[in-house]
């Protein structure tokens, strides 16, 4: 059975402390990786994909890195602005788009 | 284009009332999503469509559920009879193949 797995559930920075995210993942037959990160109240919004172990993807200051198991979305000297929950998605041969938990972030001042 | 849109934004009905959920997708993309977001279990998805087509209706939690997708412009879901556990943020998304795809605001439902 496709499962996705994220930890922490919620993690809490200051400002400008930088630590890492991480998604595992068990699917038959990736298709893709995606990053969204979702504000209270709102839809999930895209950030990223990823098709294949090795791949790395930028965007001011987060990165997201793909392996055959797991991947992880790095923030980089975080600001107030990326508190949000970050959730994790993985495509299945099937075309089923599967989500998990979600990480939950707070960034301090 | 204007995103996905749902409507309406915010339900609220009675125990045992129809409930129909409405999404109008990205002109263009081809499949089409309806997911479950509650704290406890996330977001599940409930059902996908392809070309109109429904693909994999797995998650879809019992008989009461259902959903349509008559044209590609337009998908329902509905929920005969409510309960108050199917009280959520039910969300619609959309893509084009395998890209990335994109959510509406969602529909809050609130059922008492």
């Known amino acids: 059975e496709d499962q996705v797995t994220q930890s922490p559930e919620a993690l809490r920075l200051q400002e400008g402390e930088s630590s890492s995210l991480n998604c595992s993942y068990t699917v038959s037959g990736l298709r893709g990786l995606f990053w969204y990160r979702q504000d209270p109240g709102k839809g999930p919004e895209f950030l990223f994909t990823l098709y294949s172990a090795g791949e790395e993807k930028e965007k001011e200051r987060l990165k997201a890195t793909l392996t055959k198991k797991e991947s992880f979305l790095h923030i980089t000297a975080p600001k107030p602005e990326d508190s949000a929950t970050y959730l994790c998605?993985?495509?299945?041969?099937?075309?089923?788009?599967?989500f998990g938990q979600g990480t939950t972030l707070q960034v301090k001042p | 284009d204007a995103g996905v849109i749902q409507s309406p934004r915010h339900e609220v009905t009675e125990m045992g009332q129809e409930v129909t959920l409405r999404c109008k997708p990205i002109?263009?993309?081809?499949?089409l999503f309806w997911y479950r977001q509650t704290m406890m279990r996330g977001l599940e998805l409930l059902i996908y469509f392809n070309n109109n087509v429904p693909i994999d209706d797995s998650g879809m939690p019992e008989d009461r559920f259902s959903a349509k997708m008559p044209n590609a412009s337009f998908s329902t879901l509905k929920i005969q009879p409510s309960e108050p556990r199917d009280s959520a943020v039910y969300f619609c998304a959309s893509r084009f193949e395998g890209t990335e795809a994109f959510f509406g605001q969602g529909t809050r439902l609130t059922v008492v």
């Open positions: 002109s263009g993309h081809n499949s």
């Open positions: 998605a993985v495509q299945s041969t099937t075309g089923k788009l599967i």
